[in-house]
């Protein structure tokens, strides 16, 4: 038996369950541990009910067979109506294709646009699974700094249009609303990212999952409202916004049919093909939830304003805290702050996080994960008492209590 792995498997890697299997062990021991690492608003927000009685109804239907390819035709749809009446963006409804999740998304444009030695430019820091992804095709990744100016993350687009001449570089990714650092980009960043993809031929990636979770005064602009016509592809999903995690639901839109788009989108379809279809029964409920508008209206509305107030409280915290500093986030809910290794006598972040957890039982994900060192992710979502105690907590480790 030759026991050699594929070379690939390495870097197979998530640093947002960095240290799950410790946990699930210090679990066993009895520790009640706080975890503030995983993204999932689905754990401290109910699913609407509305979306539970559609995934109920899709069932009693009888939608429990493999679906078509790209997704049903419901849920396509009302996708491109939301686009329509969101972002005044049109399409096809044959421009959609439905993912399990926006990972398998992120998936399919490695598999299907990246040979090895191909440039990819990525922002750090970054949503992780971007990473793997490419490196598994060989890419080389290019990759540019968001930046702390005015207590506000952004990217600095003139150096990013240096790079854009510079190398070759086949796709970009903007995450926005971001993951980590609760960036929300102005009207005037996202027009010159659109205008230097378009002159150097890259084709620009939009993840917009974090869409209607935007707070503190910032409006959300979907890329759609600046692109010409040139190559790119919205990636979007409903474990965010409906609060869906476990549906296991996300697109990709290609909306302009230049060439390159209906090669991709082609692409997709058949790398999409491999795995027959997305869970069947979730596109049903889903399509039946978007048809109550109302109802999601009222329901992110109350979930936006609780992450608003959850986070502003969380930051304040963490700021409070000798040795740590985090700007205020502006949309999705995760806080992302540097760390003074001197003061928390700690090698590095990931050491940070380990001891925090084994010292204080609290988790984080550590920010070099995110393509920053120093850096520690918080998730926001968790109820104020929990995030009190994690701020107590922080304290006390800070004091070397
Ligand atoms: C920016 C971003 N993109 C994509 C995903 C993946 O989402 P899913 O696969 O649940 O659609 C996440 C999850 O946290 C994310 O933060």
Do not use: C
Not at 288 to 300: M, P, R, T, V
């Amino acid at each position: 038996m030759n026991a050699k792995l594929a070379e690939i498997v390495k870097y197979a890697h998530n640093p947002i369950s960095e240290y799950d299997l410790l946990v699930e062990k210090l679990i066993k021991q009895g520790k009640e541990i706080i975890k503030l690492n995983q993204g999932d608003p689905a754990i401290f927000f109910k699913t609407p009910k509305h979306i539970i009685e559609a995934y109920k109804r899709a069932l009693d239907e009888g939608h429990t067979n493999y679906s078509s390819i790209e997704g049903v035709s419901e849920l396509r749809n009302k996708i491109k109506e939301r686009y329509h009446n969101l972002y005044n963006l049109d399409f096809d409804e044959e421009r959609v294709i439905i993912t399990n999740g926006v990972s398998e998304a992120i998936m399919f444009l490695n598999n299907a646009y990246i040979n090895k030695n191909d440039n990819v430019l990525i922002l750090s820091p970054f949503y992780p699974i971007y990473i793997p992804f490419a490196k598994m095709r060989g890419a080389r990744i290019i990759f540019d700094k968001y930046e702390e100016i005015n207590d506000e993350w952004t990217i600095n687009t003139e150096r990013i249009e240096k790079i854009a001449k510079n190398k070759k570089i086949k796709y970009m990714v903007l995450i926005n609303p971001n993951n980590p650092t609760g960036a929300v980009l102005s009207e005037d960043k996202l027009d010159e990212i659109a205008r230097i993809a378009k002159k150097n031929n890259i084709l620009l990636i939009s993840d917009e999952i974090y869409d209607e979770i935007v707070y503190n005064g910032a409006k959300f602009h979907s890329i759609s409202e600046f692109v010409d016509d040139q190559p790119y592809i919205i990636f979007n999903g409903f474990s965010k916004d409906y609060d869906a995690t476990g549906f296991r639901l996300g697109y990709a839109i290609f909306p302009n049919k230049d060439s390159l788009s209906n090669k991709l989108l082609d692409a997709f379809i058949k790398l999409a093909s491999l795995r027959i279809s997305s869970n069947t029964p979730a596109q049903y409920a889903m399509a039946y939830a978007l048809d109550d508008e109302k109802e999601h209206k009222n329901e992110i509305y109350k979930m936006r304003k609780e992450i608003e107030k959850r986070t502003n409280f969380l930051t304040e915290g963490i700021n409070g805290i000798r040795g740590m500093h985090a700007v205020r986030p502006r949309g999705a809910f995760y806080i992302f702050a540097s760390i003074d290794k001197k003061v928390f006598k700690v090698k590095d972040d990931k050491d940070f996080v380990y001891k925090l957890l084994i010292k204080k039982s609290l988790y984080l994900s550590p920010g070099s994960g995110f393509g920053m060192k120093d850096y520690v992710r918080f998730v926001s979502l968790a109820p104020q008492e929990i995030l009190e105690k994690a701020i107590n907590l922080l304290n006390e480790f800070e004091k070397g209590a």
